[in-house]
């Protein structure tokens, strides 16, 4: 019974694999909580490993953001799993030798921890009519909303969320955003909401027309109270995407 049970165990967990492959975009965040005394530190430290991936071609790419909270996030596109067997850092290894761990030493002086984990975008939750993508132009101030909930409420909080983004439609807002959902490495489940804007004033202007936009705060709890009544907590974060600290070898 034990084999039987690990063997559909393992079934489930390989066609969850397959589909996430096939249906989502997927995103490999690493992600260090920098110290607050150690900011400095860390930035120059990071643009001393971008410099260094860039002389020596690494054949990898990401975006970078940074939050409130000083949390430094480096965002790299996979289009399947198999990416993460590869180690595309092997060779500029080699050629620094001992140069190349001394600058993870000095990552590591900055951060009492850091952590790697995968997440999908969500095309069918997303609500970017013009097409979607992570960045656009002169937007890079963003808003970031997590929301957390027990695997049991998931579906519930799908169709809530699916009534949230059939309320922007139908009132065209002018309001974009993007929808993440938990994948691997990420310890609770969660959906988030991504929103670009070019500025905290920006931010504020355009959030406070939207309300106005979707109806009277009745009119909006009827539709939103169906994602708030499925989660268990919600955090929002605010920061910036970080062009100075992102790579791409082309």
């Not at 960045?135 to 579906?155: D, H, L, S």
């Amino acid at each position: 019974m034990t084999n039987i049970k690990r063997n559909i165990s393992f079934l489930c967990i390989a066609f969850l694999l397959v589909n996430l492959s096939l249906a989502q975009k997927m995103y490999q965040i690493h992600q260090d909580n920098v110290n607050p005394s150690k900011l400095m530190q860390y930035e120059s430290t990071a643009k001393k490993f971008l410099e260094a991936c860039k002389e020596h071609k690494v054949q990898t790419s990401w975006a970078a953001a940074t939050t409130n909270d000083m949390k430094y996030l480096y965002i790299t596109p996979m289009e399947n799993f198999a990416e993460l067997d590869k180690s595309p850092f092997a060779d500029m290894s080699k050629a620094m030798g001992e140069d190349f761990g001394k600058m993870f030493e000095d990552f590591d002086k900055c951060y009492d921890s850091h952590s790697d984990y995968i997440i999908a975008l969500d095309e069918t939750l997303t609500y970017m009519p013009d097409g979607i993508s992570m960045t656009q132009e002169g937007q890079n101030y963003r808003k970031w909303f997590y929301m957390y909930y027990k695997p049991e409420n998931g579906g519930k909080l799908r169709e809530g969320m699916k009534a949230v983004k059939d309320l922007f439609t139908s009132k065209n807002s002018p309001e974009h955003y993007r929808v993440y959902s938990s994948a691997f490495g990420c310890p609770e489940s969660f959906y988030l909401v991504a929103i670009s804007y070019k500025d905290e004033i920006d931010a504020a202007t355009k959030s406070k027309a939207n309300e106005k936009l979707l109806g009277t705060y009745e009119e909006r709890w009827e539709v939103f109270s169906k994602v708030m009544n499925n989660i268990d907590r919600m955090e929002e974060y605010t920061g910036e995407m970080r062009p100075d600290l992102a790579y791409s070898p082309n």
